[in-house]
């Protein structure tokens, strides 16, 4: 407990994950990742949890699925070709509503791509990875002390919504050495984990096809599987204020032109708006904490006075696209190849922009 003078993000996300109380772990060794499971290893066993090192991702998903079920806060960790491996059971957690904490920490892709390169190119996999139509929550921390904290959110939100729910991280992330205070016991709020009857106990089953709100199949009667599916996908997106969340800076100017970012690029963009407000530019920041469900309404708020947005991040311009569908002027600066957008790279844009 304390402020600690130094920690890495990866042990920050652990030690964050067992305060949420989580006490179940599978995983698969990948880079970057690894580290995630070396710490859980070391240090989940003495808070009374299990560690398992699994075959694959496959059984590691599956395993922390039934241990939620049984009764423990579960959690995984992989990194982008583990991610692939594990979207079945991503779909299989939603469907059922299994809370779950799943971190991805994203290195260069397709396939094995670059695995020691940090990147942002798992932000639509994340959203769109697994089949069919459903709703995700995605949440995307900056730094260290976020990896501690946002860790516990998740957990929270997951057990609030009764679904699984994505941090999604970086190499550059997890690999960070920051300052971080890790509060008290029972000083940061964190829900508790309740398992619903599962055997028909009270009228309630599990079931993995598509179910009434006690777990009976449905998945024959077209009717009542749409309201099933409308029941899932609702939950989340009716909630999308509640859950999402973003960072704004220096918006008291009202500022024309915003740069918006999230996770590592975060950084350099904040550096960037830095940079231009030295030069008397008036310039905002916006970052995404939440990624999914997309915090349209808030992002509109902060905007309703800009006309161009900048939006540096580590792949061929994903989110990016989604403030182009708010219909905003939206300058993407994509890059690929496992480096982070400089400051100077996004201030230059910025330059050759701004009036």
Known sequence: MGRY????????????????????YAGYPITPATEIAEYMAQLLPRAGGIFVQTEDELAAINMAIGASVAGWKAMVATSGPGFSLMQEGVGHAIN???????????????????????????????????????????????????????????????????????????????????????????????????????????????????????????ANDPELSAKALWRLIGKIRDNVDKISRIEVKYAGDNPEIFIASYGCSARSALAAVKMLRQDGHKVGLLRLITLWPFPENAIKSVLRNANTIIVPEMNSGYMANEFRLLGLNVVPIPKLGGEIPTPEEIYSTAKGVLP
């Open 5 to 24: 003078s130094l920690m890495m993000g990866s042990e920050a996300l652990v030690r964050g994950a067992i305060y949420g109380g989580i006490r179940f």
């Open 96 to 218: 059922t509503e299994v809370p779950l904490l799943i971190v991805d920490v994203q290195r260069g892709g397709p396939s094995t791509g670059q695995p020691t390169m940090p990147s942002q190119q798992d932000v639509m996999q994340a959203r769109y990875g697994s089949h069919g139509s459903y709703e995700i929550i995605v949440l995307s921390p900056g730094n260290v002390q976020e990896l501690f904290y946002l860790t516990i959110d998740a957990i929270n939100l997951s057990e609030q919504y009764r679904t699984p729910v994505i941090l999604l991280t970086e190499e550059v992330t997890v690999h960070l050495w920051e300052k971080i205070h890790v509060p008290d016991p029972e000083e940061y709020p964190v829900l508790p984990h309740v398992t619903p009857p599962t055997h028909g106990d009270e009228g309630f089953l599990l079931e993995s096809q598509l179910h009434d709100e006690r777990g009976y199949n449905v």
